[in-house]
């Protein structure tokens, strides 16, 4: 057995209907992120022990401490593996609207207001080409909330970034529903956004 394994789900697959579909949830859950973990668990399995010893989250913050022959691996199944563990708790039943607390204040001195926001987040991660991530993340130089895309499975955690909040564009977790109409699946995923996970996130990463 690997070093990490699949994460249970914090809800039912179809907990997010009619938003996101149970069909696409169990698949991206048992397919796409299970070959994400084994696959990091076997490009783990060809690094020295000090790599192997290390937490994916410090991996992934210097990917320079990881052999060349497997940095690709780790840098995609790696980020595959935590971004999903992060997507599945940025999401619940009964979500979206609009933040309060620390997060809702950040979010209004970097972008202007929430609604600013959200249109930044949405206009720039439909225009993500190919397959990628949008996210709202940390950044502990400037110490303000920043919007970040991401090729693939790259972790904002690769520079220096600490993800928040992320919105998965890859087609694997939308086609089934909404075929090539990315814009209408992210207004969709905003109904179900989780912003007391993403608040906590937040506080820990201040
Ligand atoms: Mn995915």
């Not at 979206?96 to 991660?125: H, L, Q, R, V, Y």
């Not at 790259?154 to 909040?165: A, F, Q």
């Not at 694997?172 to 814009?183: C, F, G």
Request: proline fraction near 6%; charged fraction near 25%.
């Amino acid at each position: 057995m690997g070093k990490y394994t699949l994460p249970e789900m914090p809800y039912a697959y179809d907990a997010l209907e009619p938003h996101i579909d149970a069909r696409t949830m169990e698949i991206h859950h048992t397919k796409h992120h299970q070959t994400y973990t084994d696959k990091l668990n076997a490009a783990l399995d060809s690094c020295p022990a000090e790599v192997q010893a290390k937490d994916i989250l410090d991996i992934l913050s210097d990917l320079n401490q990881v052999p060349e022959a497997q940095r690709g691996a780790i840098n995609f199944n790696g980020g595959g593996f935590d971004n999903h563990r992060l997507f599945w708790n940025n999401m619940k039943p009964n979500g979206g609207g609009e933040p309060g607390g620390s997060i809702a204040d950040a979010i209004k001195d970097s972008f202007g207001s929430f609604s600013d926001f959200k249109e930044k987040f949405s206009s720039s991660t439909a225009v993500v080409q190919g397959s990628g991530w949008g996210w709202l993340v940390y950044n502990p130089s400037s110490k303000k909330v920043e919007y970040k895309s991401m090729p693939n499975q790259t972790s904002p955690r690769t520079e220096g970034l600490v993800p928040l909040l992320g919105c998965d564009v890859w087609e694997h977790a939308y086609y089934l529903k909404y075929q090539n109409k990315r814009p209408d699946y992210i207004s969709a995923w905003w109904n179900v956004v989780n912003w007391d996970e993403v608040e906590s996130r937040f506080s820990k990463a201040k």
